[in-house]
């Protein structure tokens, strides 16, 4: 598949675009990104999202840290970027796991120039594994697919939540590699896409992305999950992660939780697609440990959509009223049926710690 969402300006090598996700499926525009600052921005403010883009895009903002420091206090300066970057968002663990493998490959080299150079290489390496961890995750994932419609006749539902699409990576997506793959093998197949408010990453991003290559899907409301399971209109649920600990639960989009005991009340396999680098090795507890990130309250209190034209934003409560926006909730380990990454398809997380260590 041909896509990108984060790519160096091809005239200024101090420039990085990324699509500007806040407008689509409307509109279709890009942000220019030229300093560690406005990478922090493109990552607080949403303009790009998804746990290994905002990762990338973190790189790429160590790459300007390099261009914007002084030979003389170069590391201090560095340090101070990579902090800043950090706080951008809390959740997913891939932004400090990209600045962490910068800050490491910066070290190596001493003099600035150098540094620049392999800060630059480097964040372009960073996103180009990730495309090839995606594919790969499809290439395992696709087999729980396969293996569905082996045995079904009609189309295989897949139930996702968020967007874990190529959207959220570089290329592919996580969740939805294996679906992408199920769809150039031509198996039968059939999306159903939540709509993830507050900020309706479904209903925006994978339905865009589903629509934009002809892959059959049906936007649902968040609460349609159950029922649908209930009603045997769901074969499998796969959804991506922001982190993962090595006990196994997965933090993810708001109400990702719910699914997984929708589906294990059914006996409906649910499933993580992650690569190896949402994987947080340092907890074990996820529902203690895993900082949830709290958004701005009028996320939920108004909704943004399509009106004469125009994009605009709705308010949905009376303006008084207050409201609550967690960004992300826990499924504990004990309601996933598995682990698909670049590695392969896995029932617990410390079989890959494992197989590292080997
Ligand atoms: O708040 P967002 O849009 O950054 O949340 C994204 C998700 O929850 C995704 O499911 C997750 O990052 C996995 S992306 C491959």
Known sequence: MENTTIWLDKQDNRKVCVIDQRYLPHKFCTFEITCVAEAATAIRDMVVRGAPLIGVTAAYGMYFATLEANADSCEQDLQTAADT?????????????????????????????????????????????????????GEHGVELIREISAKKSGPVNILTHCNAGWLACINWGTATSPIYHAFLENIPIH???????????????????????????????????????????????????????????????????????????????FYIALPTSTIDWQIEDGVKEIPIEERNQDEVKYIQGLCDGEIKKVLLTPPESPAKNYGFDVTPARLITGFITEEGIHDKICQLQKQENN
């Not at 499998?236 to 997984?260: F, H, S």
């Open 85 to 137: 970057l950090a706080k951008t968002r809390p959740t997913a663990v891939n932004l400090k796991w990209a600045i962490h493998e910068q800050l490491s490959a910066i070290s190596e080299v001493e003099d600035l120039e150098s540094k620049r150079q392999v800060a630059l290489r480097n964040a372009q390496k960073i996103a180009n594994d990730d495309t090839a961890a995606c594919k790969k995750i």
């Open 191 to 269: 999306v159903w896409v939540d709509e993830t408010r507050p900020r309706n990453q479904g209903a925006n991003l994978t339905a865009w992305e589903m629509q934009q290559r002809g892959v059959p899907h049906t936007v649902i409301v968040d609460n349609t999950g159950g029922h649908l399971m209930q009603h045997g209109l769901v074969d499998i649920v796969i959804t991506g992660a922001d982190r993962v600990t090595r006990g196994g639960d997965a933090a993810n989009k708001i109400g990702t939780y719910l699914k997984a005991l929708a589906a294990k009340d059914n006996d409906i396999p």
